[in-house]
T-cell receptor
Framework: GQSLEQPSEVTAVEGAIVQINCTYQ??????LSWYQQHDGGAPTFLSY????GLEETGRFSSFLSRSDSYGYLLLQELQMKDSASYFC????????????FGTGTRLKVLA | EPEVTQTPSHQVTQMGQEVILRCVPI?????FYWYRQILGQKVEFLVS????????KSEIFDDQFSVERPDGSNFTLKIRSTKLEDSAMYFC?????????????FGPGTRLTVL
């Protein structure tokens, strides 16, 4: 089967750096995305990695190691508004494209 | 800035009834998706749609579900004979292209409550 694993919850203080890990077991792996979702809101796209390495977008960075079936989202200079759930999502290809979402990591940012 | 819209925001229905959830994807996008999220759980892929036909569907998307693009702008999800366990938030998403459209734009969702 296809599965993704993320920690269920992470807590950090304002201004800190936090890393949210995602490990996956899939066939036809094509890329790894990260989405942010505030309570009651829709997922919003943060980043996408198809190749190994680090992608940086402002305070957020995302890393992928295809050989390790592992990726992470790095959030720097945490702000209170970063409190949300973060989902990794694997894009797989088996003739057509499909997304499989992880169970999500709830990030709590404390003052 | 263009966005995906969904109507209604909240739908309440009786078990066994049919519901139609509506979505207007971003106008120049080519790929459309439906997801559902049961309260407190992860987002689950239901179906993707391209070129007026289903391109991929999950095991959740059984004969109870159907999708349609009745005109050039709307994209609908029909759920026949709703069950209590269909209660969830349903998100529509669209992307510019399948191969390079890694970013999916999500609508605000429709909360479906089956009584």
């Amino acid at each position: 089967g296809q599965s993704l694993e993320q920690p269920s919850e992470v807590t950090a203080v304002e201004g800190a750096i936090v890393q949210i890990n995602c490990t996956y077991q899939t066939s036809g792996f094509y890329g790894l995305s990260w989405y942010q979702q505030h309570d009651g809101g829709a997922p919003t796209f943060l980043s996408y990695n198809a190749l190994d390495g680090l992608e940086e977008t402002g305070r957020f960075s995302s890393f992928l190691s295809r050989s390790d079936s592992y990726g992470y989202l790095l959030l720097q200079e945490l702000q209170m508004k970063d409190s949300a759930s973060y989902f990794c999502a694997v894009r797989v290809f088996s003739g057509t494209y499909k997304y499989i979402f992880g169970t999500g990591t709830r990030l709590k940012v404390l003052a | 800035e263009p966005e995906v819209t969904q109507t209604p925001s909240h739908q309440v229905t009786q078990m066994g009834q049919e519901v139609i959830l509506r979505c207007v994807p971003i106008s120049n996008h080519l790929y459309f998706y439906w997801y559902r999220q049961i309260l407190g759980q992860k987002v689950e892929f239901l179906v993707s749609f391209y070129n007026n036909e289903i391109s991929e569907k999950s095991e959740i998307f059984d004969d109870q579900f159907s999708v349609e693009r009745p005109d050039g702008s709307n994209f609908t999800l029909k759920i026949r004979s709703t069950k209590l366990e269909d209660s969830a938030m349903y998100f529509c998403a669209s992307s510019p292209a399948g191969a390079s459209g890694n970013e999916q734009f999500f609508g605000p969702g429709t909360r479906l409550t089956v009584l």
